[in-house]
């Protein structure tokens, strides 16, 4: 069986993966001999006009986009003999941000802060030259075997946004990572990356979602109602100010987040070092602070956002795709403890001196305990025994159990001196 080929150049090897949007193939490039990963868009996208000029167009600007943590798209167009649109990009050999959850559940912090910061350095150069991905998910992470993170799809999510097919109802990335901004149907910029980041970091680090929701809507009205746990409240091993780093990233109001990636990154690195967020957080961090002191989350962190019609009419899309919000995790773990050694010797050391009380406590105990069940055999031998040896079982017994008391006695009080 010959394999298919694409635009007479890419020969299709083996399906990468696939979704509601696209296939992803691993293909050679014949002219240039080398390895590269083809998305075959879904073919009801080839039927809405909008969607095609527009994914054209932004692909040509992801194209633009040539960065080591920015997965290099190298060609595009549309297959003469299939009909169906292409992306050509490079080959990652590796394995994406979902993929490590579904098989992990979880990584360790400094391994999940390594990716992130390389993916903040991929969206900072993306947005500065006017590029915003509105897609940031697992999925769309990829760690090459190396160690290198490459963020993938820039372009597509920003052509099928404003489509005809968007509008009833198809679903725009997965529900847990779109800003909230993004679910009330508002225009998405550079802060709603951020969000998504947020929650990507937030999942990798503790193994869940900070909101965990089956629809938009759901989604909506948890981010309003409740607060997500602070990180060092799920694993004992991120420090409280790395905790609030990452809480910033994840403020419903998108002028409480970092303004750029590149202060993004800056902050959880410095969160990972035990240094607070910047002034610019306050206003995030306000409610969040008093909350770990017991009083609730205040009013300066959020601005309250109302559930829209954009925000069902996505939600219905998301019912109906099946799409799931949620990866397959493991439960958090507890991580290793941070409290230093150093605080509890001094503790050790000013009980030394109580132990021969301890010790003397212990024996008393031991002779109240022994004297207890001498008096229950005698009382069993009682009520057991013939009458005629009745008193001569007590005598023995009761003989045994005071010089087992004078013992016990004496040792107590040479232990004690």
Request: proline share 6%; with cysteine; hydrophobic share 40%.
């Amino acid at each position: 069986m010959s394999k298919v080929e694409i635009a007479g150049r890419y020969r299709l090897e083996s399906r990468l993966g696939f979704g509601g949007m696209s296939t992803v193939h691993l293909a050679l490039d014949l002219r240039l001999e080398r390895q590269v990963a083809v998305k075959l868009l879904a073919e009801h996208l080839a039927d809405d006009p909008a969607f095609v000029s527009r994914f054209q167009r932004e692909a040509q600007a992801a194209a633009r986009l040539v960065h080591p943590n920015i997965v290099q798209v190298f060609d595009s167009g549309r297959d003469e003999h299939t009909g169906q649109y292409f992306i050509v990009m490079e080959y990652i050999e590796g394995s994406s941000c979902a993929e490590i959850l579904r098989d992990q559940g979880w990584i360790e912090v400094d391994e999940a802060l390594s990716i992130i910061e390389q993916a903040c350095e991929g969206l900072h150069y993306a947005h500065r030259h006017g590029v915003v991905h509105r897609d940031v998910k697992p999925g769309n992470l990829l760690r090459a075997r190396e160690g290198e993170v490459k963020l993938a799809d820039f372009g597509i999510a920003k052509a099928t946004e404003q489509s005809s097919i968007t509008q009833v109802g198809s679903v725009l990335g997965t529900a847990a990572y779109l800003a909230p901004e993004q679910a009330r149907g508002e225009e998405a910029g550079p802060s709603a990356d951020l969000y998504g980041l947020g929650v990507v970091t937030y999942q990798l680090i503790s193994g869940r979602l900070p909101y965990e929701a089956t629809s938009l809507t759901e989604l909506a009205l948890k981010q309003q109602q409740e607060e997500p746990p602070l990180l060092d409240t799920l694993v004992a091993a991120v420090r409280p100010e790395l905790a609030e780093a990452v809480a910033v990233a994840l403020a419903l109001d998108p002028r409480d987040r970092y303004k750029t990636a590149l202060e993004m990154r800056h902050g959880l690195s410095d969160g990972a070092r035990g240094i607070p967020p910047g002034e610019h957080a306050h206003a995030a961090r306000g409610g969040r602070a008093s909350r770990r002191g017991g009083t609730g989350r205040g009013a300066a962190g959020r601005r309250v956002a109302t559930p829209t019609a954009a925000t069902s009419v996505l939600a219905a899309g998301a019912h109906a795709s099946g799409a799931s919000p949620t990866v397959a995790a493991r439960r958090p773990r507890p991580g290793p403890s941070r409290a230093p050694a150093a605080r509890t010797q001094p503790t050790a050391r000013a009980a030394a001196p109580a132990r021969p009380h301890r010790r003397s406590r212990r024996l008393l105990i031991a002779l109240l305990v022994l004297l207890v069940l001498a008096a229950a055999a005698v009382a069993v031998v009682i009520v057991t025994a013939p009458a005629p040896a009745k008193v001569v079982l007590r005598n023995v017994v009761y003989s045994d159990v005071q010089h087992t008391a004078a013992a016990l006695e004496k040792l107590v009080s040479e232990n004690t001196q």
